[in-house]
């Protein structure tokens, strides 16, 4: 009898834990799905784009600045862009800054959109593309009206306009507290310069970094409104999107006139716009609402690691050969590497939780006593 009472025991206790367990997930998803997409929910999205326009814009449009910047001090490529790489890397490294206004206007977001939180954080995010296009027009004005000097202290003013946008931000009630990137900003500093070289038109240049910021804007609501659909797969979206640009850079070289370098913007412009709109539902999907600041501060770590010698790294590989396909090259590599990544860390995550499942079953069949086996004891 005392073998008995302990095998029902054991076989309780394996079910309440399994129930727990059930439970548990449960609750995950009910916070995984935080969110109502409500009036305040839009209000939010608006305010993130905002904050997106004014801030990433300028980070985007960094490359108008650099031309400026390389003409005026005559000094190499890659030691000019240390200017902008140390402004929107240390941003995510340090936590101040552009930081305290980049992180909130993405993880709030998350919070308060639930059904359409693909389309939420495309829309929220194109306004990099759209203040991107308007500032890279506005800032080539103002560099020749004002200067370069006048032109920084202008675009100063515009920044604090990011005080309004951020007051309208409040937290969702009752919540619980809260790749690789070294590709990615070069095309936006280095293809003004690039075209500089072949000898364009400067009115015709002005308009790439504009037609870039347009192209992500169109990419990011078409597919952050697919995103949405259940038969769609953010993740190989993502990883798709990510190899697409790799492809552009390392085509980059090959690109010789005006109207290809247009080409080049529009699909490049598509999706980056893709990879910016994509990337926190893809971590969303991956480590819950509940999760999202922690794991965000962690990819901003990474991201400002990367931003910091990304754009100097191919400013230098110019500097060493005196143009720029080594430096595409590098950049076109990185990013088809980072989409290898992506589509290999879902491969691998399913075979961890199969594997998982399959010793959790020959645990239960170690441990759970059979009908047969109860029915000897009992004889």
């Known amino acids: 009898m005392p073998q008995e009472d302990a095998g029902i025991t054991e076989h309780s206790s394996l079910s309440q834990h399994k129930q727990n367990g059930a439970d548990e997930v449960k609750q995950v998803k009910v916070d995984n799905d935080a969110g109502h997409d409500g009036v305040d929910g839009w209000v939010v999205v608006f305010s993130s784009f905002g904050i997106h326009a004014i801030f990433h814009g300028l980070a985007l449009s960094f490359g108008v600045i650099f031309v400026e910047l390389v003409d005026y001090f005559n000094t190499g490529r890659g030691e000019t862009a240390w200017v902008g790489s140390i402004v929107f890397g240390v941003q995510s490294v340090s ?34 593309g759209i203040g ?20 920084i202290l202008i675009t100063a003013s515009i920044l604090l306009n990011g005080v309004v946008f951020g007051g309208l931000f409040f937290p969702k009630k009752h919540r619980k507290p809260a790749q690789a990137m070294i590709a990615v900003y070069t095309p936006y500093t280095h293809l003004p310069k690039r075209a500089t ?6 009115t015709e240049i002005s308009w790439l970094l504009p037609i870039i910021g347009i192209a992500s804007v ?20 993502l990883a798709s999107a990510v190899m697409m640009c790799g492809i552009c850079a390392i085509a980059t070289p090959f690109l010789t006139t005006f109207p290809m370098l247009v080409g080049f913007a529009v699909v ?29 501060g962690i990819l901003l770590l990474s991201q400002g690691v990367s931003t910091l010698i990304g754009t100097p790294m191919t400013g230098w590989i110019y500097d060493a050969t005196s143009e720029y396909s080594a430096s595409f090259f590098t950049v ?38 059979t009908q047969l086996e109860i029915l000897l004891v009992n004889s």
């Open 132 to 151: 991107g296009a308007a500032l890279s027009a506005g800032l080539h004005h103002l560099s020749n009206t004002y200067g370069w000097r006048g032109m």
């Open 218 to 237: 169109v990419g990011k609501l078409f597919f952050g409104w697919l995103g949405d659909f259940k038969f769609v797969n953010n993740r190989h979206l």
């Open 268 to 296: 490049f412009g598509v999706f980056i716009g893709v990879f910016f709109g994509t990337r926190n539902v893809v971590l969303v999907d991956v480590v819950g609402v509940e999760n999202f600041s922690k794991s965000y």
């Open 95 to 128: 936590g101040i800054a552009f930081a305290l206004v980049s992180v909130p206007s993405k993880v709030i977001v998350n919070q308060h959109m639930k059904q359409r939180r693909s389309l939420a954080n495309c829309v929220s995010s194109s306004g990099s």
């Open 332 to 369: 076109g590599s990185m990013f088809l590497a980072s989409s290898v990544i992506l589509f290999l860390q879902e491969k691998v995550e399913i075979m961890w939780t199969q594997r998982k499942l399959d010793q959790n079953q020959t645990i239960s069949t170690l441990t759970v006593p």
């Open 197 to 202: 070289d072949l000898k364009i038109k400067e």
